[in-house]
C-alpha cells in the first residue's frame, strides 16, 4: 500500500473522537502529508452506507431484539470487510492517508475477551474481513474502567456501553495483552487532552521520519 493508516483503540469514553478531531486538524498543517495526499477519517462499525446501518442494529437494535454474540460478531467482520474493500483499501492504494476510530483489535477486545467467543474463530474472520491490509500504527488510549464511567455519566449508553464494569474490565484487558502482543502505542488518556494529542504527534513525527529515509 501506497498511503498510511492508523487506528485509535480502547474502551469508550477513552477520547478517540477527540484525538481523532486533533490529528485531524493538525496533519494537514504539519508538513508530513506529501502535497496532494488526501487524509480519510473513519470508523468502525460504520464508515460505509451499508456499514452505517449495520452500526445501528449493533448498537441500538429493535426493542427486545438483540443480536446474539456470534451475530454480533458476524456482522462486525461484515461491517469491517465492508469498509475495507469501499474505504481504506482504495484510500491506500491512491497514497492517501487513512484514520479508523477501532479496527480489528475492537473485536478481539470485546467479542473475544469480553463475550468470551472462540478466539481462533475471530482470528480467522480477521483474516477475511481486513483483506490484509494492516493498520501503520494503532494508539491505544488507556485509562480505568472508573474514568471511563465517570467520562460517560452524562450520556445515553448503546447497547455495548450499558453491559455493565464486568463486561468492560475484561474488554479493557482484552485491549491490554492485545497492545501487547501486536505492539502498539500505548497513551495514557488519564492526562490533558493537549497533552495527549502531543504525544500523539511525537509517535507519528518519530515514525514518518524513520519511513522517509
Not at 186 to 209: G, M, P, W
Request: with cysteine.
Amino acid at each position: 500500500m501506497k498511503g498510511h493508516f492508523f487506528v485509535f483503540e480502547g474502551i469508550d469514553g477513552c477520547g478517540k473522537t477527540t484525538q481523532i478531531n486533533e490529528l485531524k486538524n493538525w496533519l494537514p498543517k504539519s508538513g508530513l502529508m506529501p502535497k496532494g495526499t488526501n487524509l480519510h477519517i473513519t470508523r468502525e462499525p460504520g464508515g460505509t452506507s451499508l456499514g452505517d446501518e449495520l452500526r445501528e442494529l449493533l448498537l441500538h437494535p429493535p426493542a427486545d431484539t438483540s443480536p446474539e454474540p456470534i451475530t454480533e460478531l458476524l456482522m462486525y467482520a461484515a461491517d469491517r470487510a465492508q469498509h475495507v474493500s469501499e474505504i481504506i483499501k482504495p484510500a491506500l492504494q491512491k497514497g492517501d492517508w487513512v484514520i479508523s476510530d477501532r479496527f480489528s483489535g475492537s473485536t478481539i477486545a470485546y467479542q473475544g475477551y469480553g463475550r468470551g467467543l472462540n478466539m481462533q474463530l475471530i482470528h480467522q474472520l480477521e483474516v477475511i474481513a481486513t483483506q490484509e491490509v494492516v493498520p501503520d500504527i494503532t494508539f491505544w488510549l488507556d485509562i480505568s474502567v472508573q474514568k471511563s464511567y465517570t467520562r460517560r455519566e452524562e450520556t445515553i449508553q448503546d447497547r455495548i456501553e450499558a453491559e455493565g464494569a464486568d463486561f468492560l474490565r475484561r474488554v479493557s484487558k482484552g485491549f491490554e495483552e492485545t497492545a501487547k502482543v501486536r505492539n502498539w502505542i500505548r497513551v495514557s488518556a488519564e492526562f490533558k487532552k493537549d497533552l495527549i494529542h502531543k504525544n500523539i504527534q511525537e509517535t507519528l513525527f518519530k515514525y514518518l521520519t524513520i519511513t522517509k529515509k
